[in-house]
């Protein structure tokens, strides 16, 4: 098939573009960009998609997700988390290693590649796990995993506890140029909390997680990182501390990047009044100056990248004692139109600048060589309308799991087309 995506605004970060144009994609690349494109070939299929008054962007690239396959498929499925992500404009998405077994060896790294292939909707790149089960005690198979595909290291959802085993682990990953993405977590510090320690933790009596939590692995990996000259890449950055420690080191020429999701620059901790287990998640939402942290570092280049964290869980994890709820939302079909109607609807960043933390940036940083809409390049494309205000229904997500704080928000920013390796995915907001 040919496509032909006629009168768009096309934002390309990446290429400095940003005005009316048309693209041509041809035999699963972009062919042409340019203006009045005119392809009438005899015996040829063209589709002709009509992008006025709507945005033709880089298909979004998501680098934390959680796909939940292989060990908990009850949650979720490459199949069905590929489809959620195509129908929030994603066209790349890079899984985290808390599966089970555990992504810490080729074996399940391949299996993930070649399961994606069959039947992802998107294209999939493994992160494998730093330690071995993700325990802490010994260094996973990085080399090995690094050839046969992962794009990143990660123990995500547990800490590395001993820095000197970090230290090892962001050094072997050096060697092998690889991405080490810390989720910054010090349990002793947490001791059981379930939510912000602040306000509403002691309005619901409920035991709080102190910042010093997140900030104390963060300062530590930014000492290492600085001190070995590699870089480090710090998971869901959610609290004002967290912001300036990361902005401090790159001032002072760290190799530090780092990442925030939409619920930690659209929600407080007032989300979880009522014991709203759909608003538990890890790190947990916090205060008002904490929001304004993020959305300011978000604004400033402190944080790169916008990710979506999207951890699907049944509906029997979330239905239970707060507590005892698991952790986390799905975020995949939410993502653009929180960050759009959040972040540039209401005159914080350019429009372009968010594009570019859910494009071009978060594939720099894990090295994917998306995320652009350059002439020869594959043709992932997302197609938004960002004047379309509509209302989330959490019951039409195509995520097997529902666990979401959003249902019943209006936003602004609705899909319309995904196009994958030249591949209409989603055409008029309908997944195909």
């Known amino acids: 098939m040919r496509i032909l995506i006629k009168g768009g605004r096309v934002i390309d970060p990446k290429n400095n573009l940003d005005k009316v144009t048309d693209i041509f994609i041809d035999k699963g690349v ?7 494109i005119d392809y009438e070939l005899e015996g040829v299929e063209l589709e002709v998609i009509d992008a006025s ?5 880089p298909g979004l690239v998501d680098m934390h997700c959680h796909l ?3 060990g908990f498929e009850y949650k979720e499925t490459i199949e069905t988390g590929t489809a959620s992500a195509a129908m929030g404009g994603f066209t790349s998405i890079a899984c985290m290693p808390n599966t089970k077994p555990v992504i810490d060896n080729a074996a399940v790294v391949t299996y993930i ?13 493994p992160i494998g796990a730093i330690t071995k089960g993700q325990e802490g005690q010994e260094l996973a198979e990085i080399g090995e995993m690094k050839f046969a595909g992962v794009v990143a290291i990660s123990d995500d959802g547990k800490t590395v506890k001993n820095p000197a085993l970090m230290r090892h682990a962001m050094e072997y990953a050096a060697m092998f140029d690889t991405t080490v993405i810390s989720h910054c977590e010090d349990m002793d510090l947490v001791e059981g909390g379930c939510m912000n320690e602040g306000f509403m933790s002691t309005y619901l009596g409920l035991k709080g997680i102190t910042r010093a939590a997140e900030e104390v692995v963060i300062a530590r990996e930014i000492v290492l990182a600085e001190t070995l000259n590699v870089g480090i890449h710090i998971a869901h950055v959610s609290t004002k501390g967290g912001v300036q420690l990361i902005r401090d080191a790159k001032r002072r020429g760290v190799k530090v990047t780092c990442e925030t999701c939409p619920h930690y620059f659209t929600l407080t901790e007032r989300a979880v009044e009522g014991y709203n287990t759909n608003a538990k998640m890890n790190p947990p939402l916090r205060e008002e100056a904490d ?5 300011e570092g978000l604004r400033d280049g402190t944080i790169d990248a916008i990710a979506t964290d999207h951890a699907p869980h ?38 372009r600048e968010m594009i570019r933390k859910m494009t071009v940036n978060p594939a720099s ?10 002439e020869n390049a594959k043709a992932d494309v997302a197609i938004f309308d960002i004047d379309e ?8 997500f195509k995520s097997k799991s529902k666990n979401s704080p959003y249902d019943g928000f209006r936003l602004k920013g609705k899909l319309c087309y995904t196009i994958v390796n030249g591949e209409i995915v989603v055409s008029q907001g309908i997944l195909l």
């Open 30 to 36: 972009i062919s042409e960009v340019g203006s009045d």
């Open 53 to 57: 008054g709507k945005i033709v962007v």
């Open 68 to 70: 939940r396959e292989p």
């Open 113 to 125: 590649i070649e399961r994606a292939r069959e039947v992802g909707r998107v294209h999939v790149y």
């Open 291 to 295: 929001v304004e942290a993020v959305r």
């Open 314 to 351: 049944h509906i029997d994890e979330k239905n239970c004692e707060f507590p005892m709820a698991a952790n986390g939302i799905v975020g995949f079909e939410t993502a653009f139109p929180l960050a759009y109607t959040y972040l540039v609807d209401s005159g914080i960043m350019p429009l």
């Open 365 to 374: 940083i894990l090295g994917l060589g998306k995320g652009s809409l350059s």
């Open 389 to 396: 205000e509509f209302t989330v229904h959490t019951g039409e």
